[in-house]
């Protein structure tokens, strides 16, 4: 199988990618937002990211239990 396509089709890959592409998002929304708005976003952000960690690591060790029992 293509590496670049297994790649995409990782869960945990996208999900880094969709919270890679938030923080992108926040770094040039602080160009262009007022300070007051800008501390919000990030404290949005702040808070979501521990639950992307969260989903990542359960699809991870749910994928090892996959493994190890096959």
Do not use: C, H
């Amino acid at each position: 199988m293509n590496p670049i396509k297994s790649l995409f089709n990782s869960r945990k890959f996208l999900l880094l990618l969709l919270d890679t592409i938030l923080s992108g998002v926040v770094l040039f929304a602080g160009w262009y937002v007022a300070p007051e708005m800008l501390d919000r976003i990030i404290a949005v952000i702040a808070l979501v990211q521990p639950l992307f960690v969260a989903v990542i690591v359960g699809i991870a060790v749910e994928d090892a239990a996959q493994k190890f029992n096959s």
